[in-house]
């Protein structure tokens, strides 16, 4: 099964890793603490983060965890630590951010159906979540809630300097090559070079590391897929590697082949066909999140499941899940047993003969 952490024991104590979004997978925060907790209380813990955020309740789960944890722990922001990611970090006794990364504070958002009682509790709750992280971001700044509350409503994105001229971060690293990639256009205020570099790096990985000399690779290794991070819910959209068996040399006595325009193979351009797989996959994503059932669309990516089928099973999960409307609430339209307002009139003004 796919998961967003990973947690490994080391010589001189243990790593953890975030590079993926928190909860993502229909995982929740629930594996992770078991994990984190069945470490020695002591242990020192490298904590590296490279995510676009996710849940946030499980965020403060693992932020809680953390401040509890007796041993040192170090945070390295290798990417961007946004969002609920960034919430995370703060709970690290000491942040080490490289010159190229980026943290990001915004304001909890969520989504509500319902009666204005419904919107209110919504609002309600997002303003005590705020209110939380805004503890813990005054916790780690040493700066008053009152000046910190204006970067979370503007969506404010940090690089390491202005990190650690605020108290968000306490040293700054050399710059690191990110690891993963993420769909940060989704955030309003995301910076260009943070957008453009995410693009750069695909092409330049699409390039340098999907051609590899066979006489370098281990014998007895299996071929890997290539996982590449899409769209908001960072799902990994598996890719093939393309294997062909080598041409025999050609016999010097022969004569020179004519060539063939209707039998030539044509030229598969790894580029494109890289392309049209992200951009179904962020298809896939957007209709999920549209259905509000983001957790599925792994699923959908997994069996390669075409849009229309995607549809069909999203409109099929949201009828087995949608509760009976009650008859005491007013619908829109007209009534079942209204009567055609033709019919009305007549009974109403008949003529007399």
Known sequence: MNSWYTIRAQSTGAEVVIYDEIGAYGVS???????????????PLAFRLNSPG????????IYNAIKRHSGMVTVWIDGIAASAASYIAMAGDEIVMPENAFLMIHDPAGMVMGTAIDMRAMAEALDKIKGSLLQGYAAKSGRPQEEIAPLMAAETWLDAKDALDLGFADRIAEPVRIAARFDVGRFRNAPPVLVESAGETTDDELSGSEVADADDAP???APNDDAEIVAGNDLPVNMGQLSAEPDPPPDPGAPPLEPDAASAVPVVDAATVRADVL????AVV???RLAGQPQMAGRFLERDAG????RAALLAHSAETEPDISAAHPQPGRPSGARPWGDVIARTFRLKG
Do not use: I, N, Q
């Not at 996710?54 to 789960?61: K, N, Q």
């Not at 951009?279 to 962020?282: C, G, L, N, P």
């Not at 849009?307 to 995607?310: F, S, T, Y």
């Open 286 to 288: 957007d209709l999920c």
């Open 29 to 43: 925060a629930k594996g992770f603490l078991a994990e984190l907790g069945a470490l020695p209380d002591a242990t």
């Open 219 to 221: 014998a007895e290794s």
């Open 279 to 282: 951009a179904h996959a962020r």
């Open 307 to 310: 849009l229309d089928e995607v």
């Open 54 to 61: 996710g849940s946030v309740f499980d965020a403060v789960a």
